[in-house]
Nanobody, 115 residues
Framework: QVQLVESGGGLVQPGGSLRLSCAAS????????MGWYRQAQGKQRERVAT???????NYADSVKGRFTISRDNARNTVYLQMNSLKFEDTAVYYCKYYGLGSDYWGQGTQVTVSS
């Protein structure tokens, strides 16, 4: 079992920044992929960004150049730095861990971009 605890969501004005954190604990497999997904109201959950243990990253086109995913393997923590936030970035953001054939999700953290 893997437990994921997210933090860092909140209310921000357009153009602002937020940093999300997700700390993993439990049976962490050395080779894993962690990432951020989001789900806006009335829409399907979508992938935002992923990063594997080697530090290789992948981003959705909608966030490229604005969001940066990173990780601290020693702390089993993944971060999402979100800059130049837009109204359409408003969503519940979920952390996901994938390793050894299993995936786990965090409880989600709300990000609201509003003036």
């Amino acid at each position: 079992q893997v437990q994921l605890v997210e933090s860092g969501g909140g209310l921000v004005q357009p153009g602002g920044s937020l940093r999300l954190s997700c700390a993993a604990s439990g049976s962490i497999f050395r080779d894993n992929v962690m990432g951020w997904y989001r789900q806006a109201q009335g829409k399907q959950r979508e992938r935002v960004a992923t990063i594997n243990s080697a530090g290789n990253t992948n981003y959705a086109d909608s966030v490229k150049g604005r969001f940066t995913i990173s990780r601290d393997n020693a702390r089993n923590t993944v971060y999402l730095q979100m800059n130049s936030l837009k109204f359409e970035d408003t969503a519940v953001y979920y952390c996901k861990y994938y390793g050894l054939g299993s995936d786990y999700w965090g409880q989600g953290t709300q990000v609201t971009v509003s003036s």
